[in-house]
């Protein structure tokens, strides 16, 4: 099962940005999130990981809790073409349970 | 930069029948994952390979195999189709990034299986 858990569904305005929770509250020590999103039955896309510390990059910015039991993506400036389902998942770092584990996700709807 | 690649994209079967898809991961990439994503589903894992190893194995089915050849692509064998077999494959591949600490996994497009 699913370790993480997320809205259902969320809107955005187009050019705001959107804020993605995430609770994760059983992770443990050794177990990063990672953020995916799919559009529409295409492949998975990366986005962004983090252990610990808030990360950025082109995409978005990753903020994780002091705790490390919940995180929230952001999305700077979102356009039409974010509109997507996000995956927030923690996983191990490598070895024999370096799947990933997709819950239900975020249907993020950007609106103009 | 290069990706993963899938093929076939799509495919349609009858039941009973054999499938084979195909995935060549990202250059240098050494682990090659399997994911089902059937209709209305998020992905599930299926079956992982590292170094030619099986490494990891979800809720494939008996009736499916994987292998990963010596040059890193894998391919997914899947016999006595059936119906609920109708999904979206995805490959995904890694590599591991020992000054991080992760292995983080990149998509390939997919390959849509029908089966009639």
């Known amino acids: 099962d699913a370790k993480t858990t997320q809205p259902t569904s969320m809107d955005c305005a187009e050019g705001r940005a959107a804020n993605l929770p995430c609770n994760h509250s059983?992770?443990?020590?050794?177990?990063?999130v990672y953020w995916y999103r799919q559009i529409h039955s295409q492949g998975p896309q990366y986005i962004i990981h983090?252990?610990?510390n808030n990360e950025t990059n082109e995409m978005a910015s990753l903020i994780i809790t002091e705790d490390r039991k919940s995180s929230t993506l952001i999305l700077p400036h979102a356009t039409l073409r974010d509109t997507a389902v996000y995956y927030c998942?923690?996983?191990?770092?490598?070895?024999?349970?370096?799947?990933?584990?997709f819950g239900k996700g975020t249907k993020l709807s950007v609106k103009p | 930069a290069a990706g993963v690649i899938q093929s076939p994209r799509h495919l349609i079967k009858e039941k009973r029948e054999t499938a084979t898809l195909k995935c060549y991961p990202i250059?240098?990439?050494?682990?090659v994952y399997w994911y089902q994503q059937g209709p209305g589903q998020d992905p599930q894992f299926l079956i992982s390979?590292?170094?030619?190893?099986?490494?990891d194995k979800g809720s494939i089915p008996d009736r499916f195999s994987a292998q990963q050849f010596s040059d890193y692509h894998s391919e997914l064998n899947m016999s006595s189709l059936e119906l609920g077999d109708s999904a979206l494959y995805f490959c995904?591949?890694?590599?591991?990034?020992?000054?991080?600490?992760?292995?983080?996994?990149?998509f390939g497009p997919g390959t849509r299986l029908t089966v009639l």
């Open positions: 995904a591949s890694s590599s591991e990034d020992r000054a991080e600490g992760t292995d983080t996994q990149y």
């Open positions: 059983t992770i443990s020590g050794n177990e990063y």
């Open positions: 983090g252990l610990k």
């Open positions: 998942i923690v996983k191990y770092y490598g070895g024999s349970q370096g799947n990933l584990i």
């Open positions: 250059p240098r990439h050494d682990t």
């Open positions: 390979f590292y170094e030619k190893m099986q490494s």
